[in-house]
């Protein structure tokens, strides 16, 4: 579960310093740099959810219901 | 640029038949897919909140998908975020990207927990979740109040999108005032009329059909329009000389092409602030509990990302029309930013595509819309009406009267924008987003814990609200000088210009953590809590969830634990 809040946190922390990618180079495809990487982290985002639900999912799977634990 | 498309760009005037045609045909698709939709997921009666008000709470992953998509994308924003990009650039458009990623881990981590204890209890809005907290009518209706006044001008402005794609397409201009305003008036009484008829079960439907339009139209103008206006370095070359050109009404540059240095606080608070917020708000909240299981709300932040994608290209969009030269000039001959999209279709791609894309962004006003309006009624009928007025009303009355309320809420939204000026509704959305964010400790903080007290969150609340609405306020339009000029002010303590939303958010987390601190050390009541640790991670399997819904679909129950002693609720 810890883990699973790690992957969580790591988008919101980049993103949200955004001076490390206010900046114009590299390019790629003509794009800037500010927009492809916030583009890319779409992607990554996603990549990032996803493997927190499945991680959520084998921990529920492993434990027992006990009243006053979250999962 | 180049001079073709200027050629273009003046055969703006009189009605576009071809374009008008297609967007009707669409439109009437999506009228009788909406009244269909009853059948959709049948139901045995519609007269429930859980039927009327959240289909049953039975969408599974892909229809949630398709939902929640089509309620948060809101025509408004597909117009309103590109025409930031044309207008003043990357910190007031894109900070729409960033904002639409860091929401979903946000969702994910909460909003689970929502699901869960609302599939235990029965609830239906937030305000049902606050109320069973804390037992605390007061605390339950400022969210209540909070979410109703700020989800209206949220539908007024969908008006306007359907508004801007009308002036376009050559409609809704002139002197006579119902020949102006007629169309607009037709498509909203259709959309109340479904909307009364089938209930969540209606914008679910048309959902699909919106989303498919938005995601085709979005990459065919992505993929052939660069081509046409030099590349994406022409673009970004336009939008950078744009930005950096000198307005002559600030003496300042016209935008910014990417957040220069200051401009980091702005970015974030902004992205961050609008995250915070975007759940807060009943349709999203709405849309959300009528999942199926809470694994399909955390299976859907992990796919939600995909709108968050077409979004950014979207805004993108705004400078391919800096890079094609369009010109948004609406019918009464002023320009206006707003129209930068209808018109960039209309210059660039045949007048049959014109009409798709219309269609896409007046469809997409029609889903959340009619999600809003059922949210805001939900409220209504559950935290006023039947907390306030009628306490004894049956689940059949709580959904009669949010039926007739989801009617009034759209015929408020009509009048709002038909008779006041459309500034009026995009200021008022400003302070939604400021006052929904309020709402956040009450709400998401009390799903972990109980810690916080609730007269230090109700006080934390009524003061991010006014330093809000006054910080607001205080922003002048730096070219009228009006109030509300913008969501942007100096942040006290670090002295560089942020989200006022965040500051007034951090002001209240303050407040409630030092009354609280406070009201605990006298010993002063924290209320009774109706829900035990369980509830916040029971699952749609679970026999007990099962039982707690059949039980509290006839509200025979009255809110609250029944002994008196919070935490020891027995199962069920």
């Given at each position: ?16 310093w ?25 992607f ?10 499945k ?11 006990k009243?006053?634990e979250?999962r | 640029?180049t ?10 005037d ?6 008008l ?8 698709l999506?009228?009788?897919a909406?009244f269909?939709?009853?059948?959709f997921?049948?139901?045995d009666?519609?007269?429930?909140l ?10 599974g ?11 948060l994308?809101?025509a408004?924003?597909?117009v309103?975020?590109?025409?930031a990009?044309f ?24 909003m ?6 609302s599939?235990r ?9 606050v ?8 605390l ?17 402005l ?5 508004q801007a794609?009308?002036e376009v397409?050559?409609?809704?201009g ?5 020949a102006k ?13 479904y ?6 079960r ?16 979005i990459i065919v103008?992505?993929?052939?329009l ?6 994406w ?7 950078e ?14 935008g ?7 401009q980091?606080w702005?970015?974030a608070?902004?992205?961050?602030g609008?995250?915070l917020a975007?759940?807060m708000?009943?349709?999203s909240?709405?849309a959300?509990l009528?999942?199926n299981?809470?694994n ?6 992990a796919?939600l ?22 010109q ?13 999209i209808p ?16 269609a ?6 029609l889903v959340?819309a ?8 939900n ?6 009406y ?17 039926k007739l309320?989801?009617?009034?809420v759209?015929?408020f939204?009509?009048i709002f924008?038909l ?6 509704a995009?200021?008022?959305q ?6 929904m ?9 009390s799903?972990?814990?109980r810690?916080f ?12 609200m ?23 002010d ?7 210009m942020?989200?006022?939303?965040m500051?007034?958010f951090?002001?209240?987390?303050v ?8 009201l ?8 009774r ?7 916040y ?7 007990r969830?099962q039982k ?5 679909a ?14 020891n609720?027995?199962?069920?």
């Amino acid at each position: 579960m810890a883990l699973a809040a790690v992957l969580l946190i790591i988008p919101i922390v980049v993103l949200l310093w955004v001076p490390h990618y206010a900046r114009v180079e590299p390019e790629l495809l003509g794009f800037p740099f500010f927009f492809w990487y916030q583009f890319l982290w779409v992607f990554i985002c996603s990549a990032l959810t996803w493997t927190a639900y499945k991680l959520t999912l084998s921990a529920r799977g492993l434990t027992s219901h006990k009243v006053g634990e979250d999962r | 640029m180049t001079p073709q498309v200027t050629v273009l760009a003046a055969d703006t005037d009189g009605i576009n038949g071809v374009a008008l045609s297609v967007l009707i045909a669409l439109f009437a698709l999506v009228t009788i897919a909406g009244f269909m939709a009853t059948r959709f997921k049948r139901a045995d009666s519609l007269e429930s909140l859980e039927e009327w008000g959240l289909g049953g709470r039975k969408f599974g992953t892909w229809i949630t998908w398709f939902l929640l998509g089509g309620d948060l994308y809101t025509a408004y924003t597909f117009v309103a975020v590109p025409a930031a990009m044309f207008a003043t650039g990357a910190v007031a458009g894109f900070f729409a990207v960033p904002y639409t990623i860091v929401l979903y881990p946000i969702i994910f981590i909460f909003m689970a927990r929502l699901w869960s204890v609302s599939h235990r209890h029965g609830y239906v809005t937030t305000a049902d979740f606050v109320r069973g907290r804390y037992d605390d009518r007061g605390l339950s209706l400022a969210v209540a109040v909070t979410g109703f006044v700020a989800t209206m001008p949220y539908i007024a402005l969908q008006l306007v999108g359907i508004q801007a794609v009308l002036e376009v397409a050559g409609l809704g201009g002139g002197d006579n005032i119902v020949a102006k305003d007629a169309p607009l008036f037709i498509a909203f009484a259709l959309l109340a009329a479904y909307t009364y008829s089938s209930g969540l079960r209606a914008p679910a439907v048309i959902a699909f059909v919106k989303d498919i339009l938005i995601y085709l139209v979005i990459i065919v103008a992505i993929v052939y329009l660069p081509g046409q206006v030099g590349g994406w370095e022409a673009i970004f070359g336009a939008a950078e000389d744009k930005m950096a050109a000198t307005n002559e009404a600030t003496g300042g540059p016209t935008g910014s092409f990417i957040p220069g240095a200051g401009q980091g606080w702005a970015y974030a608070t902004l992205a961050l602030g609008s995250a915070l917020a975007l759940f807060m708000y009943p349709h999203s909240i709405t849309a959300s509990l009528s999942s199926n299981s809470r694994n399909t709300i955390r299976r859907n932040a992990a796919i939600l990302p995909a709108y968050s994608f077409v979004l950014g290209l979207l805004a993108l969009l705004g400078w391919v029309a800096i890079a094609a030269g369009t010109q948004p000039i609406g019918l009464d001959g002023e320009p206006n930013a707003q129209l930068v999209i209808p018109q960039l279709f209309e210059d660039m791609f045949p007048a049959w595509f014109a009409g798709v894309a219309f269609a896409a962004i007046a469809i997409g006003a029609l889903v959340p819309a009619a999600i809003m309006s059922i949210a805001a009624a939900n409220t209504f009928s559950r935290n006023i009406y039947k907390e306030w007025l009628k306490k004894d009303a049956t689940p059949a009355q709580e959904a009669k009267v949010s039926k007739l309320m989801s009617l009034l809420v759209k015929a408020f939204a009509l009048i709002f924008v038909l008779t006041l000026d459309k500034q009026n509704a995009i200021n008022f959305q400003l302070l939604g987003g400021i006052w929904m964010l309020q709402t956040f400790p009450v709400i998401v903080f009390s799903l972990f814990t109980r810690w916080f007290h609730r007269y230090g969150l109700l006080v934390g609340w009524a003061v991010g609200m006014v330093y809000g609405t006054v910080g607001a306020y205080n922003v002048k339009n730096p070219v009228t000088g009006k109030a509300f000029g913008g969501s942007l002010d100096n942040i006290p303590g670090i002295g560089e210009m942020g989200y006022i939303a965040m500051t007034a958010f951090v002001i209240n987390v303050v407040v409630a953590t030092v009354l609280t601190v406070a009201l605990r050390a006298a010993n002063v009541s924290n209320g009774r809590d109706e829900t035990i640790p369980f509830d916040y991670f029971a699952d749609a399997d679970d026999p007990r969830v099962q039982k707690d819904l059949a039980e509290h679909a006839h509200h025979e129950d009255p809110y609250g634990d029944p002994d008196d002693v919070p935490g020891n609720a027995p199962a069920r």
